[in-house]
Structure formats: C-alpha cells, structure tokens
C-alpha cells in the first residue's frame, strides 16, 4: 500500500539552485499536496485544457491556457484563469482559426515564460483535471522544458475519460472493450448533458469539464470513493 501511495503522492521535491524564483515558489507549495486521506468534498481541483498549434507535443506551441477551480463540489468560475501565449502562427495554420483565436491576439499575448509562471501560480498545489490530461500537461512540461527549468508539473491527477471509463466499465476491462470515441469529450458531452458555449477554446472546454468532473464525482460518491487517495489512481 505506501508503494502504491509513493507512486501517486511521491516524497518532497527540490528545486535547483539556479532555478527561477518563480518554479521554486511552485516546488515549494507542492510540498503540501493533499494527503491521500483528504475528503474529496475538501480537496481543491483545477481543470485546464491547453489549445495548441498542433498535435505534437515537442515541436508544437501552446497557444492559450483556460483553467477553472472544482472546490466543495463547485465550479468557482469567478476564480478562473485564462491566458493566451504570444506565438508566431505560419501561414496556413488552421489551429488558430478552429480556437477562435486572431493572429494579431497571439502576437499580443504574454511571452511563453510569463504565462507559464501564472499558470504554475495559479494552480499551486491542487490537484489537476483534463480530458486525456497527459497531452495538456506535456505541453506545459515544454513550456516548463524551454524555460530551461529540468523538471515537470508535480501535481497529482485525474484525466476525466480514464476516470469515466472507470466508473462505467470498473477498473478491470480489457483495451479492447471500448472505443476511444466512446470517450471522447463530445461523446461525453451527449451522455452527461454538458454545455457546449465555447466549446473548443481552453476557458471553454476547462469549464465544460469542470462541469464533467462533478458529474463523475457524484458517481464516484456512490460506488463509496470519498477520498483523494480513492480517486486518484
């Protein structure tokens, strides 16, 4: 069992010396993540979704961060972040249009390194949300990467559509018992019944989410999983 535990709430971390101030100050905080035992009802999450030039999480850029905080089971919208990095977008590059993102947006937006340390300033130590979470916080870990910073985000996670799965199909189905699409957010969004306003724009989808995220604890309540260590796995 503390195996188990080490993996998914692992010892303290450290910063390097010649690390900036600002990854040192977000070390510092995810020293006191919540402990395993931590009711979910007192557990803080932050939903994020990243939009980006593309699909290649080493060569492509973030172009916007939405995020929003999940506490005492609520969508705290009023405490949501959004930020769009200033990027050069080639011509012929549709992902900006698709994100309702202008060019003379991006090219105003904050340097990478400024939206990465709001970012990390926002989200503390709270436990981070996503739909497929893994490509979201590769691409942070790029911005963390070209910053020149060795190290990755330290939070603990959840990705919503394995935790879907879970909840629906149990924790022992085999790959082949599903469909990706089954579990896509749109499909989601049809099975739960979730807004759809800015649908493909990081505010949007990371609200969007938030709002699956509750939906999917409330399943978990009932399958008896009441605290962070119960859920995070």
Same mark, same amino acid.
């Given at each position: 069992m503390r195996d188990w535990l080490s993996k998914i709430f692992p010892s303290k971390a450290a910063a390097a010396p010649e690390?900036?101030?600002?990854?040192?100050?977000?070390?510092?905080s995810i020293n006191s993540q919540p402990a395993a035992a931590t009711p979910l009802t007192e557990a803080e999450f932050v939903v994020f979704d990243t939009e980006t030039t593309g699909f290649d999480t080493k060569e492509d850029? !973030?172009?916007?961060?939405?995020a929003v905080k999940v506490r005492g089971q609520q969508v705290l919208v009023q405490e949501s972040f959004?930020? !769009?990095v200033r990027q050069e977008v080639l011509t012929g590059n549709k992902s900006a249009e698709v994100h309702g993102l202008?060019?003379?947006?991006?090219?105003? *937006? !904050?340097?990478e390194q400024e939206a990465l340390q709001a970012f990390?300033?926002?989200?503390g130590d709270s436990i981070l949300v996503g739909h497929h979470l893994r490509y979201d916080t590769s691409m942070i870990n790029g911005m963390i990467r070209r910053s020149g910073i060795n190290g990755k985000l330290l939070n603990s996670g959840i990705d919503t559509a394995q935790l879907a799965r879970r909840l629906e199909r149990g924790q022992h189905h085999t790959p082949d018992s599903y469909k990706r699409s089954e579990y896509s957010l749109d499909a989601l969004i049809t099975k739960y019944n979730l807004p759809t306003e800015a649908r493909h724009t990081a505010p949007g989808d990371a609200f969007i989410t938030a709002i699956l995220l509750l939906k999917l604890l409330a399943k978990a309540?009932?399958? *008896?999983?009441?605290? !962070? *260590?119960?859920?995070?796995?």
């Open positions: 690390d900036p101030a600002f990854w040192k100050s977000y070390v510092q850029r !973030v172009l916007s961060i939405g959004e930020c !769009v202008l060019r003379k947006q991006l090219e105003q *937006g !904050v340097p990390l300033a926002y989200i309540k009932k399958r *008896g999983i009441e605290t !962070v *260590g119960e859920l995070v796995r």
